[in-house]
């Protein structure tokens, strides 16, 4: 789970034109911040701040905005002011929490999300930020009980179905997760990212038609989403579809071209379809991505070879295949 800022904003009320005035800036940066607008955005936090320097909203909008463009010292400053003027912004908490966690420093990190979770008890979000903390601390048993806690709370909203669908699944309750993902979906159906975890739970039930149908959707939402048609790809492939396999990892390789795994898949399904040349291509592209197992990919670029009667280069590839090219060899390279 990546764990992503909270960007709800409030917007205080005041019957003075001079605080109306700073009201209004902070609304324009509000709507800019929207709209991806982030230079914007910071302009207008800061000229409501100029007009109000007690403007809370005003800090922790503008901090937000620097946490996403990863000024990540100049985020903390805007929360620590935020948090100053009112030591109840929860949000604020969270969003310092997230910047400390990416900057390295856990202990604060985690004092923040305590913090969090002590003034919002029933947002499983503050488990969830915690629980992953946990994760990378090495206290498995922690943050397990963050899941269970989070798995237990009822969400507010159709982002809330997603987290707690991913809790449930990394809690083995592959049911809840796919009620829970499915109720995201039901609540707000323009959602990609939800389709794109539900065909995932699809695909480990082997329920691959399901999975390809959902997947289908966040491509037409985002054609060029590299990571949903390398997943496509694979799922096609499970069904035995290799052509059409091939064809979108060739697409999510145009798209993101290091892509180490991707391109050793595509090498395999090409070598099953007997697109020899185009399979040696391809694991040539996995070993100079950086594959994990380069003695395999090395294995599979020498079986092509051996195909293609490219004798030489397919006993040089075998003798980096390591153990698994030793038959070859001693076959067909003395």
């Known amino acids: 789970m990546t764990r992503k800022f909270i960007a709800a904003l409030f917007l205080t009320v005041s019957s003075s034109v001079f605080s109306q005035t700073a009201e209004q800036w902070l609304a324009s ?3 800019k911040m929207e709209e991806g607008n982030t230079l914007g955005a910071i302009r207008d936090y800061t000229s409501a701040i100029e007009l109000n320097r007690n403007l809370t909203d005003a800090y922790f909008g503008r901090g937000s905005v620097y946490a996403e463009l990863l000024s990540y010292d100049m985020a903390v400053k805007d929360f620590n002011k935020a948090i100053e003027l009112d030591s109840n912004s929860a949000m604020a908490f969270f969003n310092r929490g997230v910047v400390y ?3 390295g420093y856990r202990a604060s990190a985690l004092n923040d999300f305590n913090h969090y979770i002590s003034l919002r008890p029933a947002d499983l979000q503050g ?6 903390l946990f994760i990378k601390e090495g206290k498995t048993t922690e943050a397990m009980s963050d899941y269970e806690r989070a798995s237990k709370l009822e969400p507010v909203d159709y982002e809330g179905y997603l987290s707690r669908s991913e809790v449930n699944l990394i809690l083995g309750d592959t049911a809840g997760a796919l009620r ?7 609540l707000h159906p323009q959602e990609s990212q939800a389709y794109f975890f539900r065909a995932n739970i699809y695909a480990a039930q082997n329920l691959l038609n399901k999975a390809i149908d959902d ?8 054609p060029n989403n590299a990571e949903a048609l390398a997943k496509r790809g694979f799922f096609y492939a499970k069904s035995g579809i290799l052509e059409a396999a091939v064809e979108d990892l060739k697409k999510s390789l145009s798209i993101k071209n290091r892509q180490p795994n991707v391109w050793f898949d595509l090498g395999y399904y090409q070598l099953e379809l007997k697109q020899f040349q185009d399979a040696i291509l391809s694991f040539q592209n996995s070993l100079a ?10 294995y599979n670029k020498g079986v092509a070879e051996f195909a293609l009667n490219k004798k030489q280069e397919a006993c040089n590839s075998m003798s980096k295949a390591g153990a698994m090219g030793l038959e070859h060899l001693q076959k067909h390279c003395r």
Not at 127 to 132: G, K, V
Not at 180 to 186: A, P
Not at 215 to 222: E, S
């Open 289 to 298: 991505t950086g594959i994990v197992d380069p003695e395999l990919a090395y």
């Open 101 to 103: 966690e990416a900057k």
């Open 180 to 186: 829970d993902i499915s109720h995201c979906i039901d």
């Open 29 to 31: 940066a509000n709507n």
């Open 127 to 132: 488990y969830l930020a915690r629980a992953e």
């Open 215 to 222: 997947m289908n959707l966040v491509i037409l939402d985002k």
